[in-house]
């Protein structure tokens, strides 16, 4: 079984949820901040409370990187436990790091994200160079079982600067989700879907559909529900047709227990309660 | 003075030569490689010993952050001890680390990249998300005399994929270069160049020379010398009229040693020599 096939799998078994675990220090609750340990442990111990709270409701966890480079070596020590921790699981686990670089750098970053201290089941890739920088995951995909988001149409106000500029007749966006189809061909697995996917996001649902039957093999990743605007309805209107997606929230799931006004040790069931009500915010419309 | 200022008039006074530390286990010399060390370490004292050996030539170091993550958490601490290694030398230390990413996440990646372990002068960024993946570094640029450059048009095969793309009249790639000079009025120094530099391949001169006419506030970290095919020639036709940048070469200087077939402790001497090539070659030309 590919990994998209799994993630596909386990989105229809689980509800089409990835908890985002975009973790600094801000979210952490009183009694966690209050420990004399590193800042890195700390925020390995709230994910590690999190994954617990949320395993059976997780289709996957999106790890955000940059959250823990910002912390240096004592943060990146808490990434590779935390992707450990999740995959340890048999969870999906999606390392948002966004990287693209060419050839030979590439496959630094290839084995970087798919082998040792960083190891996830799929990686984020941005592909403003080209094919040559996504062509260094592809012995991954094929030989170890690992996947690809690349980034296609981003959720951010300015993402239109460049994705929705038109080349003839097609926005920029287009064609990449037609890169991103043919590159992905050769990597197709028993659900219809490549395991190079797509980051789509969700904050304009007309252009979600449009994208979601030009590239009908492609899996996508979904930000931009809950703190940036998207809606369950429209989410679940993309589902209705086929199970493409996975939706993360990141920020609107681990900032649960800070909307309960809870900063001690059960503040992850808090966590889990807003990840509940995100499942059923979707299925309501399913 | 502003980082580019300081990077525009080291490039004057030494050459404008970027030495590029995309450090991999098969670039070290015998003698490091039987070391009773890790592979990090080793890594590590490889590029001190280049950096000893070349500072009086290089106008700037570029360490290629995705040859450290490959090693995981002992590569980054190898990365971490080279770009502080480099930086009290005061010379200018550019992070090749193209990151793109937005809000709140790019802030955490400006904190990570400007700011402890892996504090560097300069890192390069990557706009496929458009302005909110460069906004974030408005403050580092400002308060911290921080500098980024951002990937305009790069120098592999597959750039064309998206970067010469037309819309209407003009390639992506100068539409890229507009932003860039748009984004950066507001950081330019008495040089006249902007904090906000991009990255633009040597392999293809006559775009070169188009893009630098259109960005005349822009400073240019140029890679594609060497081994990639780039001549002195070609970057010196550009600098003749402005010295507007700065010509990285990675592979083509730390291979030096293997190329004179040197294994032992010496080996940096051959780098400094590939180093001494590299900038008589261009300033033969100036």
Redesign the interface.
């Known amino acids: 079984m590919m990994i998209m096939d799994r993630l596909y799998k386990d989105a229809i078994k689980k509800g089409p949820i990835c908890v985002g675990l975009?973790t600094?220090l801000k979210f952490l609750p009183q009694y966690l901040l209050l420990k004399d340990w590193s800042d890195g442990e700390k925020i390995t111990a709230f994910n590690k409370k999190v994954i617990d709270a949320t395993e059976d409701l997780a289709a996957a966890y999106k790890v955000?990187i940059?959250?823990y480079?910002?912390?240096?070596?004592d943060?990146?020590?808490a990434y590779?436990e935390t992707v450990k921790y999740a995959r340890n699981k048999n969870i999906v686990v999606i390392g948002d790091v966004?990287?693209?670089?060419?050839?030979?750098?590439?496959?630094?970053?290839a084995?970087?994200?798919f082998t040792?201290?960083?190891e996830v089941d799929i990686m984020t890739v941005?592909?403003?160079?080209?094919?040559?920088?996504v062509s260094p995951y592809y012995s991954y995909i094929k030989d170890n079982n690992k996947g690809i988001f690349i980034?296609q149409r981003?959720s951010?106000?300015?993402?239109?600067?460049?994705?929705n500029?038109?080349?003839q007749d097609d926005f920029?966006y287009e064609?990449?989700g037609d890169?991103i189809e043919k590159w992905g061909s050769a990597f197709r697995g028993e659900c219809g879907f490549s395991s190079i996917g797509a980051v789509v996001g969700l904050t304009r649902p007309d252009e979600f559909a449009a994208i979601q039957k030009r590239c009908p093999h492609t899996f996508f990743l979904v930000p931009g529900y809950g703190a940036q605007g998207g809606k369950g309805e429209d989410i679940a209107n993309i589902l209705k047709r086929t199970r493409c997606a996975v939706v993360n929230s990141s920020r609107g799931l681990i900032t649960g227990h800070q909307k309960a006004g809870c900063e001690d040790e059960g503040f992850a069931e808090h966590i889990r309660n807003a990840t509940l009500a995100m499942k059923e915010d979707i299925l309501q419309w399913l």
């Not at 480079?69 to 070596?73: A, F, I, Q, T, V």
């Not at 951010?156 to 994705?163: E, F, T």
């Open positions: 975009d600094t955000q940059a959250c480079e910002s912390l240096g070596l943060g990146l020590k590779s966004k990287r693209g670089d060419i050839s030979s750098t590439g496959d630094q970053y084995k970087g994200h040792g201290d960083f941005n592909a403003y160079m080209g094919e040559d920088a980034l981003t951010n106000p300015s993402a239109v600067d460049l994705q500029l038109k080349v920029i064609i990449m890169k």
